[in-house]
């Protein structure tokens, strides 16, 4: 028996194909959160000053030590809630958007929101918490993909991609904090 399939035939069993890994997207999960976490040889107030601040953060910023020409541009003020800069990495590879410091509770925790366009709005924290060796900072980020297919399978290696970042940014910290 001879098959023939025509063109029209193809095109079927692609949609159907495109239509399963479609539906499949959506068991995946919506929500995604990003963790690391260091000991920094410094007190949280340290630290906290910092994190707190649109010019400190740039101190330990991970994308600036893979981008020296990323563009910064601060609003708001220096410091606290409403402190926050635009970014625009090299040819849009390091992203380009905003981050404003929306939350703080002093020496403890600093709350940033990122707007990255129609990539997504994720929520970054960092909580510090004194220990015997200085201070462990936990570096964490929450994105919400929501009903898009696409950002749940990035969510997939959302861990891998943000957790280098963060390592490299707690390094930076490690090194911004010593220098001081």
């Not at 539906?23 to 929500?31: C, H, M, N, S």
């Not at 995604?32 to 101190?59: C, D, M, T, W, Y």
């Not at 380009?96 to 600093?110: D, P, R, Y």
């Not at 970054?124 to 929450?142: E, M, Y």
Request: charged share 20%; hydrophobic share 40%.
């Amino acid at each position: 028996m001879e098959h023939n399939m025509n063109i029209s035939s193809y095109l079927v069993i692609a949609a159907g194909v495109i239509g399963t890994l479609g539906l499949l997207a959506f068991t995946l999960p919506q929500k995604v959160h990003v963790e690391r976490e260091a000991i920094i040889q410094a007190e949280p107030e340290e630290i906290f000053v910092l994190a707190s601040s649109n010019k400190g953060f740039q101190a330990f910023n991970p994308y600036k030590s893979i981008d020296p020409d990323l563009k910064i541009e601060f609003f708001g003020p220096e410091v606290g809630v409403g402190s926050g800069f635009h970014f625009d990495g090299k040819d849009g590879k390091d992203g380009k958007g905003t981050q404003t410091i929306s939350s703080l509770e002093a020496n403890q925790s600093v709350t940033m929101q990122i707007d990255l366009g129609a990539k997504g709005a994720p929520t970054q924290t960092f909580n510090f918490h004194k220990v015997p060796a200085g201070t462990r900072v936990v570096w964490g980020l929450d994105a919400d993909f929501g009903n898009n297919p696409i950002g749940r399978i990035i969510g997939l290696f959302m861990d891998k991609m943000m957790g280098e970042t963060f390592e490299r940014g707690l390094k930076n910290l490690s090194v911004a904090v010593a220098s001081k």
